[in-house]
């Protein structure tokens, strides 16, 4: 399919945000029930890069559903195989093994284990071997049901197609709410067969009916042309909902309002919701030739990025927090710490596409 520098230029975005939220999550995390500046700054950067997520799944959906050779069974789940499902184990199973090093080394450092001996083996389960890889088993989902959703738009058409995706949309936000609804009237603290229900939330490998909407409506927004949405104005209503969501976050956390303010981070929420799509729609709308630099390689090594930024940062978390016990300005390190991982974490990824090529081609021979 061919590459459309707009679409490549968002990716890369969405890379950048996934690799702040994560360096941001420090602050955030630990200063959310005491906030102070440093929780200001954190919540700053998380809130204005809260869209990585939905914005992947939006443009997932718009490649996938896009090609119409992904109707026939056979042909697309062998290419599903090769490029989801065997990057998903062999990753899962390298940071499945990282994660008991730390273990390893905070027994070193500590005389104890941070975790459970089976805590890595219950992660990996519950699909989410590493805090990132949560997104590989929730996609996955995403991507079994992309035939169907081919056949489903073939018989009932292009408009019913783009309201199923508002439907599975609005679905997202309302189980998101009843989720946190049955937490707050501690539904789950009963003696009867109900109380198993909390665990189905533990499993992200069925969180993809949280996100079919973004993936449907990946698809059916991207011939959405209207005079008023153009890239200037989709932004604003980006930015909007974006400072939306950073000052409800700091004033119900501030002022002790609510017990989990960080809830209105979620993908699922109308926040994120309106952003992800209204910034979708503003890149949609931007024209390729209007972009002078080509991010088609940047764009390329995203998924290595995204896979890779998590074991680079987490090195540096140990070595700053646990050895040299150093907890760094947020306003320097949260942007120095997110060009830096973003680098390392390319060049990684460079080297990485380098060796796969001379292994393949030995492999050929």
């Known amino acids: 399919m061919k590459r459309e520098n707009n679409l490549d230029f968002l990716r890369v975005i969405a890379c950048v945000m996934v690799i702040s939220i994560h360096v941001s999550a420090f602050y955030v995390t630990k200063y959310v029930e005491t906030p102070n500046f440093k929780f ?10 809260r869209l990585a997520v939905p914005i992947f ?52 450092l500590y005389g104890e284990l941070k975790h459970s001996i089976f805590s890595p083996i219950k992660s990996w389960i519950i699909g989410a071997p590493y805090y990132h890889l949560w997104y590989l088993y929730m996609s996955i989902g995403l991507y079994l049901s992309v035939p169907y959703l081919l056949k489903l738009k073939k018989k009932i058409g292009e408009k019913k197609f783009f309201k199923t995706g508002i439907i599975f949309f609005i679905l997202g ?36 009916i949280n996100f079919l ?3 449907i409506l990946g698809y059916s927004l991207k011939n959405l042309k209207k005079r008023y949405i ?35 981070y979620s993908n699922n929420f109308i926040f994120t919701m309106g952003g992800a799509v209204s910034i979708y729609l503003a890149f949609n709308n931007l024209k390729s030739e209007m972009i002078k630099i080509d991010f088609s390689n940047l764009a390329f090594h995203s998924f290595n990025i995204y896979l890779i930024h998590a074991g680079i ?23 120095f710490m997110i060009c830096f991982i973003f680098v390392s974490s390319y060049i990684f990824s460079v ?13 050929e021979k």
């Open 40 to 49: 200001t700054i954190g919540n700053f950067y998380d809130s204005f890069t």
């Open 57 to 108: 799944v939006l443009l997932s959906g718009r490649f996938a559903l896009s090609d119409e050779r992904n109707i026939h069974v056979k042909y697309y789940y062998k290419k599903f195989f090769n490029r989801i499902i065997i990057p998903t184990i062999i990753w899962s199973l390298l940071y499945f093994l990282y994660s008991y090093v730390l273990e390893f080394m905070y027994y070193i």
């Open 173 to 208: 936000l309302f189980i998101f709410l009843f989720e946190e609804f049955l937490n707050y009237i501690n539904f789950y603290d009963r003696e009867d067969i109900f109380k198993y229900l909390k665990y189905f939330w533990y499993f992200n490998q069925f969180k993809f």
């Open 213 to 215: 909407g973004y993936f």
């Open 230 to 264: 153009n890239f200037k104005n989709m932004m604003f209503l980006t930015i909007s909902f974006l400072f939306l969501m950073f000052f409800t976050v700091e004033v119900l956390a501030r002022k002790n309002l609510m017990e989990n303010s960080t809830i209105f």
């Open 313 to 335: 940062l987490s090195v540096i978390t140990i070595f700053l927090d646990k050895i040299l016990n150093y907890e760094p300005n947020p306003i320097w390190y949260i942007p």
């Open 351 to 363: 080297v990485l596409e380098k060796i796969k090529k001379i292994f393949s081609g030995k492999l």
